[in-house]
């Protein structure tokens, strides 16, 4: 097989030739010639004047519409350079060529001397640069499929672009620059919480499944826009230009989006590749009149962006990298698009959360004095509505105002009322919201854990059970349960928090006594009958209520353990649960109410001087 080389032709704008030279690059016969040997197809120039005498001075002209010189056999490549930098034949003239060099995909820019008999000509500076594909057409195309040429430039517009956008593009990964890192509040508030904090693709729930939906249409519009453009036949092309127009549009899109991702993700690793060798992978001036002319070479494209991708991405993309070589190879030029979507994701992520690592123990350090300029700042735009939070803490402090004189137990006060009813949140917390939310939800789960705990204690002491329960017995039950609802207590957050201070429904209980009821058992023999196993389930479910009796004893014991925890007394918080056999809780209630004091500090030492000058 011979080996095939690749040609750019540039065009040229006011070029000048020099005086010997006579002929007009680009006239009719060299056109008509090169065409017929598989070279460039269809140059239009204009101003050539025909009636031009040799010799006559300068002669201006500018190229107003470029086809294609196609990569073509070694000998036949030979033979039409030889003829268009010809000096002999004035009739065919002389055209403008560059051999590619350099990235496969990158567009020739350059000045190209002629000399002449008598003298030196020159061409002028190329404004724009054609990109020739190698492989986006047949053999059978080459030789026999017209080009059809554009006669005006195609714009793309701000609409089309926005239209045509991929589920990943830079607007979604905007986020994840360092700048924005920096200046995002809520990252900055949200570092102190979580430890492991760090950025992910989010497809659950609800969102994930739409994201995935959107994801698969887009995907399956680009396999068609990629067939409208390189896989129909010509005639078909010829006569539908607005689909061709359509697909142009969508798959241009792609490929920007792809650019301007590559562009950030060099700025943001401070990589030696130039930004302006990136852009001069693809020319958005000429990309869409490429796509419609079925000249550009999106697999040369496609292994550029790889070889960079691999020069600056981590192990993780690196393994992307092959599998878009290996979609290539297989000619799903669309898998190939969409792994090269993911894998510029997965860097930038990736980027992205070694900043955060890096910068976490300043962040954490300056988290106070940001969080005030950030409230003096939003107070100052008024983008925040802050009169029902007035209103709460003035309540608050009117109600709690009698039994201290400290401004901060008055907010500690609020604040544990505030985590223990379902009242709506202050929009001051805004950046608490969810967080306080769960705080709320897993002290339902505790006063639920240890008002089951209480009542199933209570339940083996009782005198009216038909059979009765041996100390041994008794202390394996009791493990049964504690292992049960330590379960329960370690279950996933719900994604929405039910609105009722009974979080644990009819059905939900149902599930929780058949888990237990499995552990009801010793050496293979049943502890309760059936009578007794029907009334303690019925005894549980009511006590476990939150209109219960037993319920408004473990809910005045939580309230008075916070008391003592908000008031650095430890121990007497604890000491309190001993009595009521739930001490088997102490270390989840323990590591919850760190958690909520923690952010209360924090919001104590940010908003301070809002609740100061708000007590009147």
């Given at each position: 097989?011979?080996?095939?080389?690749?040609?750019?032709?540039?065009?040229?704008?006011?070029?000048?030739?020099?005086?010997?030279?006579?002929?007009?690059?680009?006239?009719?016969?060299?056109?008509e010639?090169?065409?017929?040997?598989?070279?460039?197809?269809?140059?239009?120039?204009?101003?050539?004047?025909?009636?031009?005498?040799?010799?006559?001075?300068k002669?201006?002209?500018?190229?107003?519409?470029?086809?294609?010189?196609?990569?073509?056999?070694?000998?036949?490549?030979?033979?039409?350079?030889?003829?268009?930098?010809?000096?002999?034949?004035?009739?065919?003239?002389?055209?403008?060529?560059?051999?590619?060099?350099?990235?496969?995909?990158?567009?020739?820019?350059?000045?190209?001397?002629?000399?002449?008999?008598?003298?030196?000509?020159?061409?002028?500076?190329s404004?724009?640069?054609?990109?020739?594909?190698?492989?986006?057409?047949?053999?059978?195309?080459?030789?026999?499929?017209?080009?059809?040429?554009?006669?005006?430039k195609?714009?793309?517009?701000?609409?089309?672009?926005?239209?045509?956008?991929?589920?990943?593009?830079?607007?979604?990964?905007?986020?994840?620059?360092?700048?924005?890192?920096?200046?995002?509040?809520?990252?900055?508030?949200?570092?102190?919480?979580?430890?492991?904090?760090?950025?992910?693709?989010?497809?659950?729930?609800?969102?994930?499944?739409?994201?995935?939906?959107?994801?698969?249409?887009?995907?399956?519009d680009?396999?068609?826009?990629?067939?409208?453009?390189?896989?129909?036949?010509?005639?078909?092309?010829?006569?539908?230009?607005?689909?061709?127009?359509?697909?142009?549009?969508?798959?241009?899109?792609?490929?920007?989006?792809?650019?301007?991702?590559?562009?950030?993700?060099?700025?943001?690793?401070?990589?030696?590749?130039?930004?302006?060798?990136?852009?001069?992978?693809?020319?958005?001036?000429?990309?869409?009149?490429?796509?419609?002319?079925?000249?550009?070479?999106?697999?040369?494209?496609?292994s550029?962006?790889?070889?960079?991708?691999?020069?600056?991405?981590?192990?993780?993309?690196?393994?992307?990298?092959?599998?878009?070589?290996?979609?290539m190879?297989?000619?799903?030029?669309?898998?190939?698009?969409?792994?090269?979507?993911?894998?510029?994701?997965?860097?930038?992520?990736?980027?992205?959360?070694?900043?955060?690592?890096?910068?976490?123990?300043?962040?954490?350090?300056?988290?106070?004095?940001?969080?005030?300029?950030?409230?003096?700042?939003?107070?100052?735009?008024?983008?925040?509505?802050?009169?029902?939070?007035?209103?709460?803490?003035?309540?608050?402090?009117?109600?709690?105002?009698?039994?201290?004189?400290?401004?901060?137990?008055?907010?500690?006060?609020?604040?544990?009322?505030?985590?223990?009813?379902?009242?709506?949140?202050?929009?001051?917390?805004?950046?608490?919201?969810?967080?306080?939310?769960?705080?709320?939800?897993?002290?339902?789960?505790?006063?639920?854990?240890?008002?089951?705990?209480?009542?199933?204690?209570?339940?083996?002491?009782?005198?009216?059970?038909?059979?009765?329960?041996?100390?041994?017995?008794?202390?394996?039950?009791?493990?049964?349960?504690?292992?049960?609802?330590?379960?329960?207590?370690?279950?996933?957050?719900?994604?929405?928090?039910?609105?009722?201070?009974?979080?644990?429904?009819?059905?939900?209980?149902?599930?929780?006594?058949?888990?237990?009821?499995?552990?009801?058992?010793?050496?293979?023999?049943?502890?309760?009958?059936?009578?007794?196993?029907?009334?303690?389930?019925?005894y549980?479910?009511k006590?476990?209520?939150?209109?219960?009796?037993v319920?408004?004893?473990?809910?005045?014991?939580i309230?008075?353990?916070?008391?003592?925890?908000?008031?650095?007394?430890?121990?007497?918080?604890?000491?309190?649960?001993?009595?009521?056999?739930i001490?088997?809780?102490?270390?989840?209630?323990?590591?919850?109410?760190?958690?909520?004091?923690?952010?209360?500090?924090?919001?104590?030492?940010?908003?301070?001087?809002f609740?100061?000058?708000?007590?009147?």
């Amino acid at each position: 097989m011979q080996k095939k080389r690749r040609i750019s032709v540039v065009s040229v704008e006011e070029a000048q030739l020099g005086r010997d030279q006579g002929g007009l690059i680009g006239q009719p016969n060299a056109i008509e010639y090169i065409k017929s040997e598989g070279g460039i197809a269809g140059m239009k120039i204009e101003g050539m004047g025909r009636d031009m005498k040799e010799g006559s001075g300068k002669c201006q002209f500018r190229v107003i519409e470029l086809g294609v010189m196609y990569g073509m056999d070694e000998s036949r490549a030979d033979d039409v350079l030889s003829m268009v930098k010809s000096k002999k034949n004035k009739t065919d003239g002389n055209v403008a060529y560059k051999e590619r060099s350099g990235r496969t995909g990158c567009i020739v820019k350059s000045k190209e001397k002629i000399k002449g008999k008598g003298g030196k000509g020159r061409l002028g500076s190329s404004r724009k640069g054609i990109y020739i594909p190698h492989g986006s057409c047949s053999e059978k195309r080459e030789q026999s499929c017209p080009i059809k040429r554009n006669k005006s430039k195609i714009e793309l517009s701000q609409k089309e672009h926005a239209q045509n956008l991929p589920p990943i593009n830079q607007y979604t990964l905007s986020e994840l620059s360092t700048k924005r890192i920096f200046h995002n509040s809520k990252l900055r508030h949200e570092i102190l919480f979580e430890p492991k904090l760090e950025f992910r693709p989010n497809y659950q729930g609800d969102l994930g499944t739409l994201k995935r939906e959107q994801s698969n249409k887009y995907w399956s519009d680009i396999e068609r826009a990629l067939h409208v453009v390189y896989g129909r036949d010509c005639k078909v092309y010829e006569s539908e230009d607005e689909e061709m127009e359509k697909a142009a549009i969508k798959i241009a899109v792609l490929l920007l989006e792809l650019k301007a991702i590559i562009i950030g993700i060099v700025s943001d690793k401070s990589s030696t590749l130039e930004s302006k060798e990136l852009e001069e992978v693809i020319d958005k001036d000429i990309l869409i009149q490429q796509l419609q002319n079925r000249t550009f070479d999106i697999g040369g494209f496609i292994s550029t962006v790889s070889q960079i991708i691999e020069d600056i991405s981590t192990p993780g993309a690196a393994a992307m990298v092959e599998s878009i070589a290996t979609s290539m190879q297989e000619n799903k030029v669309c898998v190939a698009l969409q792994t090269l979507l993911l894998s510029l994701e997965h860097i930038k992520i990736d980027i992205a959360n070694s900043w955060i690592e890096m910068y976490r123990p300043y962040m954490k350090a300056t988290a106070v004095t940001y969080g005030i300029k950030h409230f003096e700042n939003s107070c100052i735009s008024n983008t925040s509505n802050l009169a029902i939070s007035k209103s709460w803490w003035l309540d608050a402090y009117n109600t709690h105002k009698s039994s201290t004189a400290d401004l901060y137990a008055v907010f500690l006060l609020a604040y544990k009322e505030l985590l223990r009813n379902s009242a709506p949140i202050p929009l001051i917390f805004h950046f608490d919201t969810q967080r306080i939310a769960s705080f709320r939800y897993d002290l339902l789960r505790i006063q639920f854990c240890s008002a089951f705990s209480l009542s199933f204690n209570h339940f083996l002491s009782k005198k009216n059970l038909k059979t009765s329960i041996s100390p041994l017995h008794q202390k394996h039950l009791i493990a049964a349960v504690e292992q049960t609802l330590d379960s329960f207590l370690s279950t996933p957050l719900p994604t929405s928090f039910p609105q009722t201070r009974d979080i644990v429904d009819k059905a939900h209980f149902d599930v929780l006594f058949s888990q237990l009821e499995s552990s009801f058992f010793y050496n293979n023999k049943p502890i309760f009958d059936l009578a007794s196993l029907v009334l303690l389930k019925d005894y549980l479910f009511k006590n476990t209520r939150a209109s219960s009796a037993v319920r408004a004893i473990i809910d005045s014991r939580i309230d008075s353990s916070l008391s003592h925890f908000f008031n650095d007394s430890t121990s007497k918080a604890f000491d309190l649960f001993t009595p009521l056999h739930i001490s088997c809780f102490n270390s989840q209630i323990y590591n919850l109410y760190s958690k909520l004091f923690f952010v209360a500090k924090h919001h104590w030492d940010v908003h301070k001087k809002f609740y100061a000058c708000n007590i009147k």
